[in-house]
């Protein structure tokens, strides 16, 4: 079944150490996106990518990093996580008219 | 860059009562505006969406009205009942790139 995929739904790790979100898509779309979600609260876009290799900051700025290396997967790094870094992730993709977009289930992180 | 305000943060209806949710949007080249509702715990669901060559779009108890010369669009609920408690958040794309762009987020509660 065509859906996205996020892992781990749950992290909780010490400060400073260095992470990576995992992203993957099987839904055939060129556009995918990094939103920044704490609890009921706004949904912030804080990396989008229209394809392979093509990268851009949202409009929250964020300490990480994205790739788009295969267009399937779209991983997000945190180098040095912070306790300010603690909220939901989540991944979207889009098809490439950058129309309806579909959820991944997100990853909840945690630095302590 | 496109902004998106929604509006109320909160609203708490009765069931079987409407319930009613609008957002306004900046950027005028704007053609998308899709409508998500994000149960607790879970990801954020496309429920309904409109594009701006139509004025009014329906699907069962939900519907979604545009004004393009007011930049403005609604969420009506008809007929609410207690699964409709969700948060729901309203989304334009930016016609920069085509970034989907979030409201704040309405949470609603429908009290048996």
């Known amino acids: 079944e065509a859906d996205i995929y996020q892992t781990p739904r749950y992290l909780v790790i010490g400060t400073g150490k260095k992470i990576t979100l995992e992203c993957s898509q099987t839904?055939?779309?060129?556009?995918m996106y990094w939103y920044q979600q704490d609890p009921g609260m706004e949904l912030h876009l804080i990396h989008y990518s229209y394809g392979v290799n093509s990268t851009e900051k949202g409009d929250l700025s964020s300490e990480s990093t994205v790739s788009r290396i295969r267009t399937e997967h779209f991983p997000l790094t945190l180098e040095s996580a912070r306790p300010s870094h603690t909220s939901q992730y989540l991944c979207?993709?889009?098809?490439?008219?950058?129309?309806?977009?579909?959820f991944g289930q997100g990853t909840r992180l945690t630095v302590v | 860059g496109e902004n998106v305000e929604q509006h109320p943060s909160t609203l708490s209806v009765q069931e079987g009562d409407s319930a009613v949710i609008k957002c306004t949007y900046s950027d005028s080249a704007s053609n998308y505006f899709p409508w998500y509702k994000q149960e607790l715990g879970k990801r954020p669901q496309l429920i309904i969406d409109?594009?701006?060559?139509?004025g009014e779009k329906k699907d069962q108890r939900i519907a979604v009205t545009l004004n393009k010369t007011a930049k403005h669009f609604s969420l009506h609920i008809t007929e609410t009942q207690p699964e409709d408690s969700a948060v729901y958040f309203c989304a334009a794309k930016d016609n920069q790139g085509g970034k989907l762009i979030f409201g704040q987020g309405t949470e609603l509660s429908v009290k048996p």
């Open positions: 979207a993709s889009s098809d490439i008219l950058g129309g309806k977009a579909f």
């Open positions: 839904m055939g779309h060129d556009k």
């Open positions: 409109i594009r701006s060559n139509v």
